[in-house]
């Protein structure tokens, strides 16, 4: 049995495109409980609804506030939930990326029929490289790393070859007329 467990917005995005290609029998999408009923809507739009249940869960509380018990026939699992706004506050990003992260790799660690893991969410400092990979490259890219037999046990990096730092990038926005400030976080 085929079963996918997907975290994250991006995942929706990336969904239609795994299931073409590995028809899964049961897909788990792991949402937040304040986004279970917008889930719902999209999901009821997937003609493939009948394989896909939802989960209210929480990347930030070990074990997903899931367990991986119930989750033992997962095959692919792909990690997509992060926050991207890079002009967040500190805590709630460091919580999500760092620490959910960190939770969705130790449920990972306890899924026995695991055989593919993605987790994509990244942090930086603004001398750090910024990597702007268009979603719909991501996308298509995952969905052939996936299909590859070699790629089991493998990491690879999706990155963009010519790199700015988030320094960079805010002078690029700066001298283009949008008004941005920097705010240095010390830990």
Do not use: Q
Not at 67 to 72: I, L, Q, V
Not at 155 to 166: K, M, V, W
């Amino acid at each position: 049995m085929s079963a996918l467990f997907l975290t994250g917005f991006i995942g929706k995005r990336l969904l239609s495109s795994l299931y073409r290609k590995f028809r899964y029998e049961k897909i788990y999408l792991l949402v937040e409980p304040s986004m279970v009923r917008r889930a719902e809507n999209e999901v009821g739009k997937m003609t493939f609804r009948d394989r896909i249940e939802i989960v209210e869960g929480d990347i930030t509380i070990r074990n997903l506030k899931l367990g991986p018990e119930k989750f033992r026939e997962i095959t692919h699992l792909f990690h997509l939930a992060a926050i991207y706004d890079l002009t967040v506050d500190f805590e709630p990003a460091y919580r999500v990326n760092v620490e959910g992260t960190r939770n969705v790799l130790e449920f990972a660690a306890n899924l026995p029929s695991l055989e593919k893991f993605l987790p994509l969410p990244y942090m930086g400092k603004g001398d750090a490289p910024v990597n702007l990979v268009p979603v719909d490259f991501v996308v298509r890219a995952t969905v052939e790393l996936t299909a590859l037999d070699r790629s089991t046990g493998k990491t690879y990096h999706l990155t963009d070859p010519e790199r700015l730092t988030a320094g960079e990038l805010y002078r690029l926005f700066s001298v283009s007329g949008f008004s941005l400030k920097i705010t240095r976080i010390h830990r």
